[in-house]
């Protein structure tokens, strides 16, 4: 029976720039007397990734331009931040009051760039501060994934998570902009049903379907349970890992451009 | 610690229509020595609610008309299989090769309105049926919630979830398009970070979370395990049940359309 669990890592600290994630998740186990497995996925959300990266930007460092205010004025958003999301945006794919949806500079398409206020700790001085997702979100999940084999000799899944708004859809899901050690898509194509017909469009799209399992108990505590572990599930060994970024759609794919 | 645990229901049989699938989760969970708990979230496949209602078309009745073939003709599909998917849509929202996506009657965004070949016997003659959604999934998902109050005196909410493809990314996911006993959105506006701010933009669609969760563990038997078992998750008591076709974006509000 293919049952799957999904638990937090307890106890770890607020992140703070140069933290290493490996570590301090095997440490956070340990007080559960836990151990990485070697078929586990560690789902981490972007945010505690990016302030161990050191991507966070101060707003009072940020000086908006003409088309910072032009659209701040749109969106009706502080122009210091959008400028922030501007700058590490490639293109606006829509702008309407309270909405900025751009194609970020990995090529993720999301709303505010995935920039993001909550849960980044003010200064001493009470200065405002946002984060940015990570330059290469594929890169920081392999890095994370080395960290683990270097320091306990097991290797396992990682999956870096945001949080989307959908076209369609109301409300946000985890989805994931980085993975490392497992394949993002897992293509059912060339299967057949139980009735021998050939599955013809069905490539499920296991990571986003992890990261939304893991932003369950992620959510549950205000964002302070950043790290989950998913144990249980049998990575489809059919596929070869790939990053995440596989998972952009390209623009001449893309029917809604 | 909020652990979430994730299992199938075992030995369920293929259904039919007019089965009563709430007596079959429960004697398929007899098989494993479980039983359904008021805390559980019972996630079920949409291609069986429907088979169970009837919702099943024999595609040699089926008399594509001049737009069915034209539009067939656009995405490359069966003109029989399109006419079918045109009759259960109010719209079409994009067409080209290979790709036909509408909103289906019930409201929902999606390829093909749902219509579904896979997995439905042919026909002792050899005819090829295809599955249509539930008329109103989330009216469905309140039947079976109270046909296990009638049967074991317990209401664990119910997810019903079809697997969706993204705007924006390659791949399907795991998707509600009906529930019961359980809020579809978690707002978590007006709540707090860490450091004090309010969350200003999160609305959490657990139940599509929920129904992702559930997909990982459906998918890995080749659609023969349709019903899953969430246990663990705490729903949020802070809103009220509502039915999963408030998840639909309104036009009006609707930025891609």
Same mark, same amino acid.
């Given at each position: 029976?293919?049952?799957?669990? &999904?638990?937090?890592?307890?106890?770890?600290?607020?992140?703070?720039?140069?933290?290493? &994630?490996?570590?301090?998740?095997?440490?956070?186990?340990?007080?559960?007397?836990?151990?990485?497995?070697?078929?586990?996925?560690?789902?981490?959300?972007?945010?505690?990734?990016?302030?161990?990266?050191?991507?966070?930007?101060?707003?009072?460092?940020?000086?908006? @331009?003409?088309?910072?205010?032009?659209?701040?004025?749109?969106?009706?958003?502080?122009?210091?931040?959008?400028?922030?999301?501007?700058?590490?945006?490639?293109?606006?794919?829509?702008?309407?009051?309270?909405? &900025?949806?751009?194609?970020?500079?990995?090529?993720?398409? *999301?709303?505010?760039?995935?920039?993001?206020?909550?849960?980044?700790?003010?200064?001493?001085?009470? @200065?405002?501060?946002?984060?940015?997702? /990570?330059? @290469?979100?594929?890169?920081?999940?392999?890095?994370?994934?080395?960290?683990?084999?270097?320091?306990?000799?097991?290797? /396992?899944?990682?999956?870096?998570?945001?949080?989307?708004? +959908?076209?369609?859809?109301?409300?946000?899901?985890?989805?994931?902009?980085? *993975?490392?050690?497992?394949?993002?898509?897992?293509?059912?194509?060339? &299967?057949?049903?139980?009735?021998?017909?050939?599955?013809?469009?069905?490539?499920? *799209?296991?990571?986003?379907?992890?990261?939304?399992?893991?932003?369950?108990?992620?959510?549950?505590?205000?964002?302070?349970?950043?790290?989950?572990?998913?144990?249980?599930?049998?990575? /489809?060994?059919?596929?070869?890992?790939? /990053?995440?970024?596989?998972?952009?759609?390209?623009?001449?794919?893309?029917?809604? +451009?």
């Amino acid at each position: 029976m293919s049952s799957i669990q &999904l638990f937090p890592v307890p106890d770890l600290p607020l992140i703070q720039p140069g933290d290493r &994630l490996a570590a301090l998740i095997v440490d956070g186990l340990a007080h559960i007397d836990e151990q990485v497995q070697a078929t586990d996925i560690i789902v981490i959300a972007q945010k505690v990734v990016s302030k161990a990266e050191g991507r966070i930007i101060r707003l009072a460092d940020v000086e908006p @331009d003409e088309e910072a205010r032009r659209i701040a004025a749109i969106v009706d958003k502080d122009p210091q931040v959008v400028k922030v999301i501007l700058d590490d945006s490639r293109a606006v794919i829509r702008t309407r009051r309270g909405l &900025l949806v751009t194609e970020q500079q990995g090529g993720w398409i *999301c709303a505010n760039a995935g920039v993001d206020r909550s849960n980044v700790p003010p200064g001493a001085n009470g @200065d405002d501060y946002v984060t940015l997702l /990570p330059v @290469d979100a594929d890169a920081s999940a392999e890095a994370i994934r080395q960290a683990f084999i270097e320091l306990i000799g097991v290797a /396992p899944a990682i999956i870096i998570t945001d949080s989307h708004g +959908r076209a369609w859809r109301i409300g946000t899901v985890g989805i994931s902009i980085g *993975c490392a050690g497992l394949p993002p898509l897992w293509d059912q194509r060339g &299967l057949h049903d139980l009735y021998g017909y050939e599955l013809m469009s069905s490539e499920e *799209c296991i990571v986003d379907e992890l990261a939304a399992a893991a932003s369950l108990v992620m959510g549950q505590s205000n964002e302070g349970q950043p790290v989950v572990i998913v144990r249980g599930y049998s990575i /489809p060994t059919d596929a070869k890992s790939a /990053p995440a970024r596989t998972l952009q759609r390209p623009a001449a794919m893309d029917a809604f +451009r």
